[in-house]
């Protein structure tokens, strides 16, 4: 076992104790970063560190150790209120924060003999960075908390990374970061892959990832994972915002992230009297081809809009990006014409927490104004068709995923071979051309060519839950279209 994985136990068996307080997976894993950032904060504050705190004296980590009991829980909540209206990191980590614990014993329990008896600084970054990846995966799994959503499996995330090749002075974005996957993975990328310099590790350090989330909970476990990863500083990389809203001004070199699932945009509206409510919101943006409320067309739009010319994203959308009529064909129209749409990777299902999600990464690269399209050929990778996961027994392995990076060929991928021809039919990487896509109906790049032994070998379906959340996303996606059809003929 390693020490990562032993440290992560440690943490997670105490869990079971404060469960027994209706303490949620998520809750647990709140209080321990509230309470692991102040601790490794008053180490840095020592030597041989040495380092100025920024958290007020009175609300510091030896202020914890010095009460209990009631005095304790007082004083806890008072510090997560206080410390949520600092600026900076400090502010991103203690945003909306509440005590979750209820009976202060317990709380002082986790305080001193669980995160008091570690030095957290003095433990390797990878160790205490990997213990908190395994207690996000756990969190993740427990799909009653629906904190999956959150969490893109890392399998995934490292082969997008490995074919993206992220070098040291990129300025790397995820706008959609969850809990960070896919800024670690490219930050694990650059230091395996390149001897840095002391200036060039300072840049990847402070200088190079930066990422939003619209959930300050999902804010603050991305904040902790790339501060206990090394990734930190004063100022937060994280910022609590909706990426949607507008454009940041900002233009990076590389965009990678897998936006939230669900269609709608939306935004909560609070009446007077205290009642909330949902409605539909459309995006208008003078930066963006169309007007729309589908988040993943908004989403791919803003992806395009932040990047540099020649700066490359991988995205994950489902399959309704690639299909729907109105909106969806402009985007298409558009991305093709402005940008390298070179690559999509169809994935399986069952590798998401939310089940039956049918969707793909699209890779791109953006290019200068032309009268041309600058999307010649696309190379389609199936990934899905005859393929199996679940996950629990079946899970995506990083196995599973070599193939395609062979195919995708990262060192020089203008140089690629198919893998499909008519004398090879379950070939399961096959290029189209500009000219064929548009041939096709609306632009449609939902394109599938090997045949699906499911629907021959009937004892052999996938799970009833998989296959009733299939049917419920084409239901969606359908009464979504009709939705949008319906809108532009009241508008006329």
């Not at 600092?86 to 209820?102: P, S, T």
């Not at 200088?207 to 990863?229: E, S």
């Not at 299902?349 to 699209?362: D, E, R």
Request: proline share 4%.
């Amino acid at each position: 076992m390693t020490e990562a994985k032993q440290l992560s136990d440690k943490l997670w068996n105490y869990c079971n104790i404060l469960r027994d307080d209706g303490l949620s997976y998520g809750d647990y894993v709140e209080q321990l970063t509230y309470l692991l950032f102040l601790k490794m904060d008053d180490e840095r504050s020592k030597p041989p560190y040495n380092k100025k705190s920024s958290i007020p004296k009175k609300y510091n980590w030896q202020s914890l150790l010095d009460k209990d009991g009631a005095e304790l829980e007082a004083h806890y909540i008072e510090l997560l209120q206080e410390l949520s209206k600092e600026d900076g990191i400090i502010g991103v980590i203690f945003k909306k924060a509440q005590n979750r614990i209820q009976d202060p014993a317990k709380l002082r329990k986790l305080i001193v003999e669980l995160i008091n008896k570690e030095n957290w600084l003095s433990l390797e970054t990878d160790v205490k960075g990997d213990a908190y990846e395994h207690l996000l995966e756990k969190n993740a799994s427990d799909v009653k908390g629906g904190a999956g959503q959150y969490f893109t499996p890392r399998p995934l995330i490292n082969a997008m990374v490995r074919v993206m090749k992220p070098e040291p002075g990129m300025k790397i974005h995820d706008p959609s970061c969850g809990t960070g996957g896919f800024l670690l993975s490219a930050n694990n990328y650059i230091l395996k892959n390149y001897d840095l310099d002391r200036d060039e590790k300072e840049q990847l350090k402070h200088r190079t990832f930066t990422g939003n989330d619209i959930v300050p909970m999902v804010a603050r476990l991305c904040v902790m994972n790339l501060y206990l990863h090394g990734i930190n500083g004063e100022i937060s990389p994280i910022e609590v915002s909706d990426s949607l809203k507008k454009n940041p001004g900002a233009i990076f070199d590389m965009v990678l992230t897998n936006p939230p699932f669900g269609k709608k945009s939306s935004e909560t509206i609070v009446t007077e009297e205290g009642e909330t409510s949902r409605q539909s919101l459309t995006i208008v943006r003078d930066d963006f081809w169309t007007e729309t409320s589908n988040k993943q067309l908004n989403f791919l739009q803003h992806v395009r809009s932040i990047l540099k010319i020649n700066g490359r994203a991988a995205i994950v959308l489902p399959d309704n990006v690639l299909f729907e009529g109105g909106a969806g064909e402009t985007v298409r129209k558009k991305l093709m014409e402005t940008c390298d749409l070179h690559t999509i990777l169809r994935l399986p299902t069952g590798i998401f927490y939310a089940q039956g999600v049918k969707a793909n990464v699209l890779f791109f690269e953006k290019k200068a104004a032309s009268d041309k399209p600058q999307t010649s050929t696309i190379w389609f990778y199936d990934l899905r068709t005859n393929k199996h996961f679940t996950l629990k027994e079946g899970t995506l392995k990083e196995d599973d995923l070599e193939e395609f990076i062979k195919c995708y060929n990262p060192e020089n991928r203008h140089k690629r071979k198919e893998t499909w021809s008519e004398k090879t039919p379950d070939g399961r990487w096959r290029c189209y051309s500009y000219e064929d896509i548009c041939k096709r109906d609306k632009l449609n790049l939902d394109i599938f060519w090997l045949k699906d032994e499911s629907l021959d070998d009937l004892d052999n379906l996938p799970d009833p839950d998989v296959l009733a959340g299939e049917i419920v996303e084409d239901l969606q996606a359908a009464l979504e279209q009709l939705s949008e059809i319906t809108t532009d003929l009241k508008r006329k």
